[in-house]
């Protein structure tokens, strides 16, 4: 008797258990339209500024479902090719039913009914210019959107006090959503890494397999560059970055380049196509690349200017600036 009801009482927990997991309050189902001729259709979940791959769907005349369990609102990526990891249909979704129609012949077409998450995400993306997110979080204090936005716009351009001041706006219950426990990583290294700070040391491998370290080209001016070679911003500054390398370089000046790639071929490549002769490593990581966790780097291109002693002076100086800092420092020398 004693065996019968710790049975009962065990599938009565397993039946429990099964029903918490599978809340209808807790579903998100996704019901798309796509022209477009496609057998699969892949969702993706994003953690830092990358995104992966939960499920396909079948694309059937045109149109796909997915049903996923989730807490809370969350960002999600849309795309017919598995390995894209930049030109995605972004969508926030939430409990209940969204519809989503996808156009491909127009570029990053895609209407979203039925998630009040995605129709917020959709008001900050045509209304960037002079957007004031200490507002937007002020009126959605427990918005995973605004706490989004915040983590993904402006961890670079805000300080560590500014970033703080709008992490406190968030209602107190809110504060460990994980877009701002993961924003609070940044603002350590910020503080960490003010102008006058220590530059932290690090290594990384070079493109044949030897492994650097940051300090072992301490002693002169040292800028220390993140870049990748699918960034096109930091493409188009490379020429300056040469410019100045070309110029400085006979006085001791040396770039220490850290490279955010995920594939090694495309780095090498961009290396030989823009003719960056200094120091270059990378771990293939992507935006989990261990040096620019290290620096709080959340943008690229993003670079730290050291000075001979192993300190901080100055932090994203490019082009003509660089150049006029460069002249400058080694004029006083």
């Not at 290594?203 to 960034?231: D, K, M, Q, V």
């Amino acid at each position: 008797m004693i065996m019968r009801n710790a049975f009962y009482l065990s599938l009565l927990i397993s039946i429990l258990f099964a029903s918490a997991c599978n809340n209808p309050q807790n579903t998100v189902r996704l019901k798309g339209i796509i022209n477009n001729d496609a057998e699969l259709i892949y969702l993706k979940s994003f953690r830092n500024k990358m995104f992966f791959i939960l499920d396909s769907a079948n694309i059937d005349n045109g149109s796909f479902t997915f049903e996923r369990e989730i807490t809370s609102p969350e960002l999600f990526g849309l795309t017919l090719n598995r390995d894209e990891v930049f030109s995605l249909w972004y969508v926030f979704l939430e409990p209940g039913q969204t519809d989503v129609k996808i156009d491909t012949a127009e570029r990053g077409s895609l209407r979203v009914s039925g998630s009040a998450s995605h129709e917020l995400f959709e008001y900050y993306q045509q209304n960037r210019k002079d957007f004031n997110i200490d507002s937007l979080i002020g009126q959605n204090p427990r918005s995973p959107v605004a706490s989004y936005i915040l983590y993904r716009e402006y961890a670079t351009q805000f300080t560590a006090d500014e970033l703080e001041h709008s992490i406190s706006l968030f209602d107190e219950n809110f504060r460990n959503h994980h877009y701002l426990n993961d924003l609070r990583q940044v603002i350590a290294s910020k503080r960490q890494l003010d102008i006058g700070n220590p530059a932290l040391d690090f290594a990384g491998l070079s493109p044949e397999g030897e492994t650097i370290r940051l300090s072992e080209y301490t002693g002169n001016y040292l800028l220390l560059e993140f870049w990748a070679s699918w960034c096109g911003p930091c493409r188009r500054d490379n020429p300056n970055l040469v410019k100045a390398y070309q110029e400085f370089h006979p006085n001791g000046f040396e770039i220490f380049a850290v490279s955010l790639d995920h594939k090694k071929e495309n780095w090498i490549a961009a290396i030989e196509k823009d003719s960056l002769s200094w120091v270059h490593v990378s771990d293939l990581k992507f935006w989990d690349s261990e040096p620019a966790k290290l620096y709080g780097i959340r943008n690229i291109p993003s670079n730290v200017l050291i000075d001979p002693q192993g300190n901080i002076i100055a932090r994203n100086i490019k082009g003509a600036d660089l150049a006029s800092m460069l002249d400058e420092l080694y004029s006083i020398e």
